[in-house]
């Protein structure tokens, strides 16, 4: 294998400085060198790394706390759905290496997974200005912070998405159930959309447009009812676990910003879907985006649960788009590209107090060489000292 002079100075600048090393990746990946995506994928390895522990990570990290002192027999009886995780976790603690490096080889995997889907379905672009743009549009229609925060979610939810594309556009049956099952048990709400890809793939069925719409009626009827009656009758209990933070009291707390936030990361999607209707292109991921569009449809009343399908049928979307990106207009390629753009922007508006302030990261750190990176953690004195039980800063800053 060729091994160009730009790679090697972007490998030697990543052990020298990976700050500095970005430039460097960045112009391989947009000189089209493969190996680039997945140097790409350890920066941001490293960024992860030195994240701090706030929302659902500060839980999974006070979780790794708890079991470095228990005994093999009382961590297999704890264990619960998520239980990959929560393996790593455990060897991590019992070898005494700290737990961003579970940060740190999940957001590997992560961004290497999307990397070489990326390269699969992109292989015969030439044109670098356009294959860069299409670069863009993937990194940035994947919610990064989110992933790294959440934990689970975004490595199930890429676990998911390569036993699809090993499934149907490699047809390697065997190991794609492999990391479908990778998926169910990282996140037990990925265990109903195995099933279903599973059983589109085996029982294969197309729905034409017409089908589609009169049931996305019916269904957004059907979910809209269901959702209220939940609602009023679990307000304090059922409705709360099925919401979360942006659920039932959200609508009536969030400020403007929050809001402008809330429908962007559900509206930024539509010149994708815009160029998936229009499309003639009939293929098996045709139906299986009208699938995940109707449950979505149905859950569109639970912020949290239709949220999550949201991520997972944008990132279809995008690579239904990546797929046969020949086929769509100047123009509205550039809709695509600058919706991308946005949502990114919004997550890192979102997740400012974890990114923009120093004394609330250590990102400050990636200036150094590599090793000496490696070695930054957050102490627990640290994390009792700065973080909520609720996972949030002590010092706020708006």
């Known amino acids: 294998m060729k091994i160009h002079y730009s790679t090697l100075i972007a490998g030697c600048m990543l052990l020298i400085s990976p700050l500095l090393s970005f430039p460097f990746i960045v112009y391989d990946v947009y000189r089209q060198r493969k190996s680039a995506v997945y140097m790409f994928a350890f920066f941001l390895g490293i960024v992860a790394f030195l994240t701090p522990p706030v929302g659902d990570l500060y839980r999974h990290t006070r979780d790794y706390f708890a079991i470095t002192n228990i005994s093999y027999d009382t961590f297999i009886q704890s264990l619960k759905d998520d239980m990959l995780v929560q393996v790593f976790a455990y060897f991590l603690a019992k070898n005494g290496l ?3 490096l579970a940060r740190l080889i999940y957001t590997i995997v992560e961004i290497s997974i999307l990397g070489c889907i990326f390269n699969d379905l992109v292989n015969d672009e030439k044109n670098k200005n356009k294959r860069f743009s299409l670069f863009v549009v993937c990194i940035c229609g994947f919610n990064f912070i989110s992933a790294v925060l959440g934990v689970r979610s975004g490595l199930a939810m890429c676990f998911f998405l390569f036993g699809y594309h090993l499934l149907y556009n490699k047809r390697n049956r065997i190991v794609s159930v492999i990391f479908l099952v990778l998926a169910m048990y990282t996140h037990f709400f990925y265990v109903p959309l195995s099933v279903i890809l599973l059983l589109l793939y085996y029982f294969s069925f197309h729905l034409s447009k017409a089908k589609f719409i ?5 269904t957004l009827g059907i979910g809209m009812m269901i959702s209220s009656f939940l609602i009023l009758k679990y307000w304090d209990t059922k409705a709360g676990y099925l919401e979360g933070q942006w659920g039932t009291e959200y609508l009536s707390i969030a400020s403007f910003k929050g809001m402008i936030y809330y429908y962007i990361t559900r509206c ?30 149905a859950t569109l009343g639970f912020a949290t649960i239709s949220g999550r399908i949201l991520g997972v049928l944008s990132v279809l979307l995008m690579f239904y788009y990546l797929q046969y990106y020949r086929n769509c207009s100047v123009k509205l390629a550039r809709y695509i590209l600058l919706g991308s753009v946005l949502y990114f922007g919004s997550n890192l508006y979102t997740y400012r107090n974890v990114i923009f302030f120093p004394s609330n990261n250590q990102y400050s750190e990636m200036w150094k060489p590599l090793p000496l990176v490696l070695q930054n953690d957050y102490s627990k004195e640290w994390i009792y000292l700065h973080i909520n039980k609720d996972g949030s800063f002590k010092n706020s800053h708006d």
């Not at 009169?214 to 019916?218: P, Q, S, V």
């Not at 994708?272 to 979505?296: D, G, P, Q, W």
């Open 268 to 297: 930024w999607i539509i010149p994708l879907y815009v160029f998936f209707v229009f499309n003639k292109e009939r293929t098996s991921l045709r139906t299986l985006i009208y699938i995940f569009s109707l449950a979505f449809l």
């Open 214 to 218: 009169f049931l996305a009626l019916i």
């Open 98 to 100: 700290g737990y961003p």
